[in-house]
């Protein structure tokens, strides 16, 4: 075991290394069966099925990203058109007041703009980041799990999670240098 | 391996977050309150040379503007009255006052007399009394109480903004033609001065600018 | 409560008079006003300098200053507002006073009306009172209230090199008053300008009794008096003719410029363009005929033009007047020496004939001028065919002018020269500049004891003289003068005199030793006995207030022309027409169209505004014919020197490279570079006065070359026999147009009078929109006051907001009428606070006046890459078109151009932060960016930038008019329509109003700038909402069109396109103007010929 | 990965005859190269010694980038006539260098978001410092709408902000379109840039071996830990940024062509200006990033990350919109001439004949002369006449800018106001002062970030993929 040995906190979670993408993602479909909960897979790059190997949905960004660029092109439009036509209306070389056409520009930026800002701030927001002090961080073979190595943390939270059975399951799966990781 | 980053800073980022809102928020709100002419301008009050008192003359004496400011009515500007026009009553009045010691010399010596400037405007902008105070608009919708002011205190925004509210709504403003110079005439209630203000605005043709032209050139 | 101002007494009485302008010195007396004035207008040093420009002017009450330190506030700086201590009874605050007045100019006075603020002259207008100008003015007019705020006129008086008080000056005129009193004027020898002052006439006949030895001369450099010596002496008594253009259908011009360097030249541009005027199908309309030496404004106005050496002009002059008298049956003596003076000339036979012709069949409706430098002869003979059309009396009229009695300068130089000479007191004028090069300033100066200089500026003649009298401007100085037509007019001050200077009368008053040396008082008494038995006061204040005297003008002379003396002055041969090569090259000696003999060489408006010809600024060019300039080139020493470009149309790196050539007349050089300028006759070269200053102030400093100095007295205006060399130099010229064809596009579109007769639509026949008329399909038939306001705008795609205003303003400029004589540009320059830029701005291309005058040449071929030499030239003035659709505005990102509720395309300085979009965006190319702060840094420093002085100078401030922003640089500024003028009308409009809603400003109430300047009245302006006004009328012409009209930018200016009455019967007539047949052969090269003829 | 042999019954050799052969998978990383050696590859860059040539470069750049700032300074103060702009070219090389650099930034963004979308993996070696260029080069762009204008000090009048005057923008004109698309492409542009780059912060940061080096990494990491239920947002964030971001980028360049195709003047006022504008933009955008990345590839010994494949790609591309952008040209004078209007016909005559002929065919030779060598695979597989080739791309798009900006404006409508512009020592230092500013970030972004983004490395290859070696043949 080789856990931090001046970190006595409680553990939060155990960790196992796994070789490479194939033998993490069988392990994690294992894991996923067994019916965890509070568990994740660290990795270096995002492994292609992994979602599905964890049981993950399809993330909700999306819905964000929409809803941003719905608002960005209505403050788009109604911003011309307060400007322009209701609070100030100048004839300008004979043009309309307001009209759908000039302002698209603007509007169509501020879509995209909204849209792009909602979809990086929402990913923050639905990954709890930035998030600097995390147990993971603090383990010292996490320099791997950026490089070559896959990881699984079972956390201590989850219901499912035993000191003993736990450690065996991950040993199971093909799990290695099991360890522990406290807070 | 120990991380960098003790717990407590998980919180930092939300924390800085809040700081930098209520910062943000702060300079918006102070720039709207305190850089704007309505706390820039309004309520500017100098000392003047000679304590001249717009309360006694125009108040309590019941002195009509054009009385000293006599070309208010023909010129663009409304002139500050010469020591002459000081002079022509206080020849007979209060003539040992200690207080228009100032005047005396001046009316002698030719030297005018340094009054200090209230109400400026901007070089480009040309504004002008005559057109306004000619069609129904009243000293007092810009000059404020000034027949109560013992000092005269600036008493409007006079930013490009507060013109054009009157501008566009003529009608809350115009006034019978002789109550221009009436500092206290108020209409009757809001919805008689929009009633009145109607009628003078479609009698009169009144149809204030609202483009650059009417007062920058 | 009425005020009591107090006035000094023996005027208090006329000063009731509610308009008119009595007397600054009078008013001046109190001293409340005189420690005004002390503040206002300190010598020297000012103690105005923190003060905040536009207030300082605009607000009545002397000035404004920042209390500096004293602030009471940490908010903004503190200002003090100082009132008027006794307020002049006549001022209203912020409201400007026109008063009478004449500018004095070379002998005669043009009548003005000069625009104060605050007692500040800022504009000068025509006197509208005076009726043959009806309120015009020309250039020099316009400019001359930039001269009483130059900072480099003579602020003081020198007296042995030493600064003179007003009393030292005094002292220096009594005694040589003393002095001469006793020797009877013996040694006293007078050299002024010319002047038909009427009191410095008068002083000068007390001056002949009281000093009958003393030398009077007379001397300009250009001198337009020869036909008035002529008639005198032919009519044996003094007279000049008066031309009456009105009246005149046909006019032949002999080398006259009548339009553009004429004493006349308002009146005669007027009347000229009256009669020129088509205002429908079928009017009449003159024809001008001109046979010229140089390219002048006459010349560009000209239906038939021949080039013609001035030196070659008699023997045509000659037979012009022999074919006249042959064809009205004239003296057959006179005819019959005429031609026999011309026998062995070669001459254009059939060209005099078609001319004479026509001239003939008009009779009494015609006329002919010959130039005033031309032969005694030639004058005599043009007297004499005008008779025999019977057109004086009708088209040209034999006035009878005073006596004016000088001594020539070649006189006074005999006499210098005998050593009769001790005092030679100059009295304006500047001949040590502008004397022929014979006579030499330098051992004048040595011959005669003492050289006494009375002159506005510290000039040449100055530097040489004992002592310098430092002379007044006319807005500061009390005077009269003559109009041409002899009508006595006032001058008046406007201001006291800024500087320490002395009234011109008030000299020679002190030098005669008269006991009434107050100018005012001189003018006074002159007339009032000019009106003796009225009533004195009442008189002059009529005289003050009209701005005339009325039935002053010069008596019509009922006697008829004594063809015996004329045929007397007939010689036996005329000048030569032959001889002439690049070896034996003619130069003609020319006004400055702008800096006329160099007296405004020292105006900046003058010195950048462009020559409306050649299009140069800053300095003067020897001009030559291209012929000359081809043939010249094989003498080039290397190709890089060539003068005519391998594509002269283009100047490929936008500016214009010329050789400097040296030109010699005898043994007399000048160097100068050349400009090749069509329209001349192929061997003269033409030289402007004017230029090459060695001595004036900072603006004129170092400008061209001196043609003086290759000038000879016993030929003055013209000499042959010169030669031109090159040197191996080159220099950059500030000219400020680089092409000169219009590319056969339909800019300025031109027609024949009897073309339009058979077709009047033919304006709208040519250009893009011509055959694309969708583009202005929806309301092309809609009236125009409709199509103002309610808008499909052609064929746009999207509704236009409709323009709600009271007024459309709308703006038609005649191109049938324009001279192009510059008077509306510095007209502008003046009314808008315009800054100038320094010829080195102007040579990259930032001149920033908002009206330019575009000049084409046309000539009528298919390949227009070399110019050629017999040009049709076109003038167009340019100016913001206020486009109802501008493309400007679009592309404004902060709305600072925008159109106002009355159709103006509104520039807001304020809020431009100067991308120049606009400018770019701008199809007719108006806009004017302020590149750096024009008006707070000096033109030489630039570049310096904040290292740079900054600040403008308090006498330039005075000028500006307070009405108009001065603006700042990183803007962009254009014409406004006059903006103030508009707005002012509508706010006067507006008080009269009161409660009613009388506020449609009547047709006519005002004129804008240039409108008001224009000398021929081609630019109109008004509300075009109204079908009744008059320019509603201008525009529903059938000559009527849009610059660019295909681009639907729908601009509110619109031009009456240029019509041309060329005689058929003429060799040179062709059935279209030039830049037609460009036109036709760019856009239909195969079936150009036959569309040009139907 | 199956192959169409597997399903293809063995005796049909006709169709075998037929068929194209196989094409040999494309490697991306060559020398089978493991994900360990990714890693020390790109963070050693990071991580090694500062290297002498940099210390040399990053002065050198610094000094140029000087001229910029003083002659920012000297404008300021001065006034806009320091350059050599005049009635009637207004704009002048402040208005080229802007469409030049944001042309430039086209690529970064481009290969982001374009071939992400298209799912072509070789972008993956060269999208980090193309990004990266992008970020720097719109910086670049970014001064010069600024300064070029007369009072700099009220430039903020640009953006709709509430004020006591009470007016706003004018929300028809180009250059206001320009603000928000600029300034948007700036902020999504980065954005994008920086999302990407988290993973890689987080590997330095887990390498680093100081406290300063952990924290100052750690800080911009924002705590990345490689969890995959981050990896799912990420993935999707990522993606939508390149969906978002590719209308963008052909919208930003639309919008500044725009500033011309919107007025009126002969030369701008044409409808092919959009998309002959992306094309450019494409075009100038991938010669830059060749530029760049070739001295890279040598200096850094990346030739197993940018393969001879990704120079391939690069310049066919490079033909590709080199030709169309040709074409562009040609089909401007076609329609001046079809469209019979003799102001425009006149425009185009007079780029390629009149005074300004020599910089017309600068352009051409440079935009549509120069790919054409890459039609040869010989040109193409020589780094440095691809090189020499790219650097005439960059020469003839800044040409390109300066023919449509100057040349139509110099002769438009009424032959009076023609005139002829030269730039001055003041434009002509702002302009090189540029490349410093670029250079100089671009040295820093060397030094301390992730030159490539080595978790989409890992992810393209062979190894990345859960099923390799199962049932690979």
Known sequence: ?183 | MSSAFPKWTNALPIKIGIILLVLFATTVVGITYYFTPKYTRVGYAPTQPVPFSHELHAGQLGIDCRFCHTHVEQSGHSNVPDTETCMSCHNAVAVDSPQLELVRQSYESGEPIPWVRIHALPDYVYFNHAVHVNRGISCYECHGQINQMEVVTHDQPLSMAWCLDCHRKPEEYLRPLDEIFNMDWRPESRQAQLEMGLQFKEEWDVNPPLSCSGCHR | ?1094 | ?473
């Open chain 4, 1 to 473: 990965m199956t192959t169409l042999t597997d399903t293809v019954p063995a005796n049909t050799a006709l169709i075998d005859e037929a068929r194209p052969a196989d094409l040999p998978r494309q490697v991306l990383v060559e020398n089978d190269r493991d994900f360990d050696w990714i890693t020390n590859k790109i963070c050693g860059i990071v991580e090694a010694k500062t290297p002498t040539w940099w210390w040399i470069a990053f002065t050198l750049s610094a000094f140029v980038s000087l001229f910029t700032v003083f002659g920012i300074i000297y404008l300021v103060s001065t006034g806009v006539g320091v350059w050599g702009l005049a009635d009637p070219v207004n704009w002048g090389w402040a208005i080229v260098n802007f469409v030049f650099w944001i042309g430039i930034g086209h690529a970064g963004t481009l290969i982001s978001a374009i071939l992400c979308l298209l799912r072509q993996k070789w972008r993956t070696s060269i999208n980090r410092a193309a990004e990266a260029m992008t970020v720097f080069a719109v910086v670049c762009a970014g001064i010069f709408p600024l300064i070029h204008v007369g009072r700099v000090w009220f430039a903020w009048w640009l953006f709709p902000i509430p004020n006591s005057n009470a007016i706003w923008p004018n929300f028809r004109s180009p250059l206001l379109w320009d603000v928000f698309a600029v300034s948007t492409y700036g902020t999504v542009s980065f954005l994008f840039w920086y999302v990407g780059m988290i993973p890689d912060l987080a590997t330095i940061r887990d390498r680093a071996k100081t406290k300063i080096r952990k924290i100052a990494y750690g800080i911009f990491a924002m705590g990345w830990r490689g969890s995959n239920r981050h990896w799912r947002n990420y993935e999707m964030t990522y993606l939508l940024l390149a969906g978002l971001s590719t209308p963008l980028v052909l919208s930003v360049h639309t919008v500044v062509s725009f500033d011309f195709a919107v007025s009126l003047i002969p030369g701008w006022h044409t409808t092919i200006f959009p998309p002959y504008f992306v094309a450019g933009a494409i075009f100038s955008g991938f010669g830059m990033v060749l530029t760049l990345m070739l001295p890279l590839r040598s200096i850094y010994g990346l030739h197993d990350l940018i393969t001879q494949y990704h120079i391939d790609c690069m310049c066919k591309i490079l033909l590709a919109t080199g030709t169309m952008v040709g074409y562009a040209y040609m089909m401007e004078f076609f329609i001046a001439w079809y469209g019979a209007n003799e102001f425009e016909a006149f425009a185009f005559v007079n780029r390629a004949f009149g005074p300004y002929a020599w910089s017309y065919w600068i352009m051409i030779s440079c935009n549509v002369i120069a790919p054409q060598f890459f039609w040869f695979k010989k040109i193409r597989q020589n780094p440095m006449i691809v090189w020499i080739v790219c650097i005439f791309v960059n020469i003839g798009m800044w040409f390109e800018r300066f023919v449509i900006t100057v040349t139509s404006l110099s002769r438009d409508f009424l032959p009076s106001s023609w005139g002829y512009y030269s730039p001055t020592i003041v434009d002509v230092f702002t302009y090189v002062g540029t490349f410093g500013i670029f250079m100089f970030l671009f040295l820093l972004f060397l030094r301390f970030l992730p030159l490539m983004p080595m978790g989409e490395i890992k992810a393209v290859m062979p190894q990345a993929d859960p099923h390799h070696g199962k049932n690979h043949h």
């Open chain 3, 1 to 1094: 409560m009425k005020k009591i101002t107090k006035l000094p007494e023996p005027t208090a009485e006329e000063l009731a008079g509610p308009k008119y302008w009595r007397s600054l010195d009078e008013v001046a007396e109190t001293p409340g006003f005189r420690n005004f004035l002390d503040r206002e207008f300190p010598e020297g040093a000012s103690i105005l300098e923190t003060v905040d420009r536009r207030h300082f002017l605009k607000i009545m009450a002397a000035s404004f200053a920042f209390a500096g330190m004293g602030m009471t506030g940490c908010r903004r700086p503190e200002k003090v507002i100082l009132p008027y201590n006794q307020q002049p009874e006549h001022v209203v605050h912020g409201k400007p006073a026109f008063f009478a007045s004449s500018m004095p100019l070379r002998g005669y006075g043009v009548p003005v009306l000069a625009e104060t603020h605050a007692n500040r002259p800022t504009k000068i207008e025509g006197n509208p009172s005076f009726a043959p100008n009806n309120g015009k003015t020309d250039l020099p007019t316009q400019a001359s209230i930039l001269n009483l705020y130059d900072p480099d006129r003579a602020t003081r008086s020198l007296l042995d090199g030493r600064q003179a008080s007003r009393s030292a000056i005094r002292d220096l005129l009594d005694e040589l008053s003393r002095k001469y009193r006793d020797a009877q004027g013996r040694g006293l020898a007078i050299l002024a300008d010319q002047s038909r002052s009427p009191t410095r006439q008068r002083l000068r006949k007390v001056l002949a009794e009281r000093f009958p030895e003393a030398v009077w001369c007379e001397y300009e450099p250009l001198d337009y008096t020869r036909p008035e010596k002529v008639l005198s002496r032919l009519l044996g008594q003094p007279a000049k003719p008066l031309y009456d253009f009105s009246k005149a259908a046909r006019v032949l011009s002999l080398d006259a410029d009548f339009l553009g360097n004429d004493p006349n030249r308002i009146a005669h541009s007027r009347a000229f363009a009256q009669a020129r005027r088509v205002t429908a199908p079928g009017d009449e309309m003159n024809r001008l005929y001109s046979i010229e030496s140089a390219m002048t404004l006459t010349g560009g106005m000209a239906d038939h033009r021949k080039r013609l050496a001035s030196s070659a002009t008699e023997a045509y002059a000659f037979a012009v007047a022999a074919g006249v008298l042959r064809r009205t049956n004239g003296d057959s003596r006179l005819q019959a020496r005429l031609e026999a003076a011309i026998a062995d000339s070669t001459l254009d036979q059939e060209w005099i004939d078609g001319c004479v012709e026509d001239l003939v069949e008009n009779g009494s409706r015609s006329v002919i001028l010959a130039g005033d430098h031309l032969s005694e002869a030639v004058q005599a003979a043009v007297f004499a065919a005008n008779s025999a059309l019977g057109a004086v009396g009708e088209t040209v009229s034999f006035v009878a002018t005073e006596e004016n009695a000088a001594e020539s300068v070649h006189e006074l130089m005999g006499k210098v020269e005998d050593g009769e000479v001790e005092t030679l007191f100059v009295l304006n004028g500047n001949p040590a500049y502008n004397l022929p090069v014979d006579y030499s300033w330098k051992e004048i100066e040595e011959k005669v004891g003492e050289v006494i200089r009375y002159g506005y500026y510290y000039d040449e003649t100055s530097e040489g003289a004992r002592a310098h009298i430092a002379g007044i401007h006319y807005l500061e100085s009390w005077g009269d003068t003559r109009a041409p037509d002899g009508t006595i007019l006032p001058v008046q001050p406007m201001i006291l005199p800024l500087f320490q200077g002395y009234n011109e009368l008030e000299v020679l008053a002190r030098l005669i030793g008269m006991d009434k040396t107050d100018p005012y008082d001189l003018v006074f008494e002159t007339i009032t006995e000019l009106r003796s038995g009225q009533d004195k006061n009442k008189v002059f204040r009529v005289f003050l207030h009209d701005g005339v005297l009325e039935d002053s003008s010069y008596a019509a002379i009922e006697r008829s022309l004594p063809t015996g003396a004329v045929s007397d002055l007939i010689p036996t041969k005329a000048a030569g027409t032959d001889g002439f090569s690049r070896r034996n090259l003619e130069v003609r000696y020319l006004a400055d169209n702008s800096v006329d003999d160099g007296r405004f060489n020292n105006n900046g408006w003058l010195q950048e505004c462009p020559d409306p010809i050649t299009r140069l600024t800053w300095e003067n060019a020897i001009l030559i014919s291209p012929t000359l300039a081809r043939e010249l080139d094989l003498e080039a020493p290397d190709p890089t020197l060539a003068i005519v470009r391998k594509n002269p149309n283009e100047i490929k790196t936008g500016i214009q490279r010329s050789p400097i050539l040296e030109l010699r007349v005898g043994d007399k050089t000048v160097r100068g570079p050349v400009h090749i300028q069509p329209g001349l006759a192929t061997y003269t070269v033409v030289v402007h006065h004017g230029f090459g200053r060695t001595k004036t102030g900072r603006i004129g400093e170092g400008s061209g070359f001196n043609c003086n100095e290759i000038r000879f007295s016993d030929s003055p205006a013209f000499t042959r026999g010169a030669s031109l060399h090159f040197t191996g130099e080159t220099r950059n010229m500030a000219n400020v147009q680089n092409h000169w064809s219009m590319e056969g596009r339909a800019i300025i579109r031109e027609s024949n009078k009897d073309y339009f007769e058979k077709k009047s639509d033919t304006f709208h026949t040519v250009g893009m929109e011509s055959h694309t008329p969708l583009v202005l399909r929806h309301d092309h038939d809609m009236p125009l006051h409709e199509r103002a306001t309610q808008t499909p705008r052609g064929t746009s795609m999207h509704p236009h907001p409709e323009l709600t205003g009271r007024h459309q303003w709308g703006m038609a400029v005649d191109l049938s009428t324009c001279t192009g004589c510059n008077a509306c540009v510095v007209a502008c320059q003046s009314e808008n606070n315009i800054p100038i830029v320094g010829r080195d701005q102007v040579i990259r291309g930032r001149e920033m006046s908002w009206i330019r005058i575009d000049r084409y040449y046309a000539s009528g071929v298919e390949d227009n890459n070399e110019v050629a030499d017999d040009v049709q030239v076109s003038m167009q003035p340019v100016m913001c078109q206020h486009c109802e659709n501008a493309p400007c505005e679009t592309v404004c990102p902060v709305n600072a151009t925008v159109h106002d509720e009355e159709g103006l395309n509104v520039m807001a300085y304020n809020r431009c932060i100067g991308t120049r979009y606009c400018a770019n965006n701008c199809p007719y190319k108006v806009r004017r960016f302020n590149f750096f702060d024009w008006n707070e840094r000096q033109l030489d420093q630039l570049y310096l930038g904040p290292l740079g002085e900054k600040g403008m100078n308090e006498l330039h401030k005075m000028q500006k008019n307070p009405e108009v922003s001065v603006r700042m640089r990183g803007v962009m500024e254009k014409c406004t329509y006059c903006t103030q003028r508009i707005e002012s009308a509508k706010i006067n409009q507006k008080v009269l109003a009161r409660d009613s809603d009388n506020v449609k400003i009547p047709d006519g109430t005002f004129q804008v700038a240039c409108q008001q300047a224009c000398p021929t009245e081609s630019i109109m302006f008004g509300d075009i909402s109204d079908p009744e006004s008059e320019v509603s009328k201008w525009k529903n012409r059938e000559q009527d069109y849009l610059l660019l009209g295909y681009l639907n930018v729908r601009p509110r200016t619109s031009y009456l396109g240029r019509l041309r009455n060329p005689n058929p019967a003429m060799p040179d007539y062709d059935s279209q103007p030039l830049s037609r047949k460009e036109y036709y052969m760019k856009n239909y090269p195969e079936s150009y010929t036959s569309r040009a003829e139907n």
């Open chain 1, 1 to 183: 075991m080789s856990t931090s040995s001046e970190n006595n906190g409680e553990t939060f979670a155990l960790i196992a290394e796994f070789e490479n993408p194939g033998a993490i993602m069988a392990a994690a479909e294992k894991v996923r069966d067994a019916g965890f909960k509070n568990w994740d897979v660290i990795t270096p790059f995002p492994v292609h099925g992994m979602d599905q190997a964890m049981g993950l949905s399809r993330s909700k960004i999306p819905i964000v990203a929409f809803c941003g660029g719905v608002a960005g092109f209505t403050l788009g439009m109604s911003m011309v058109y307060y400007m322009n036509k209701v609070d100030y209306p100048l004839v300008v070389g004979g043009m309309p007041y307001f009209s759908p056409v000039f302002p698209f520009p603007v509007a169509y930026e501020l879509t995209i703009l909204f849209a792009a800002i909602g979809s990086i701030i929402s990913m923050f927001l639905f990954n709890s980041l930035p998030m600097h002090h995390h147990p993971t961080l603090n383990y010292e073979q996490i320099e791997k799990a950026s490089n070559d190595r896959y990881f699984i943390v079972i956390e201590s939270s989850d219901p499912n999670f035993d000191e003993t059975k736990t450690p065996d399951l991950l040993k199971d799966i093909g799990g290695s240098n099991i360890g522990k990781l406290k807070d």
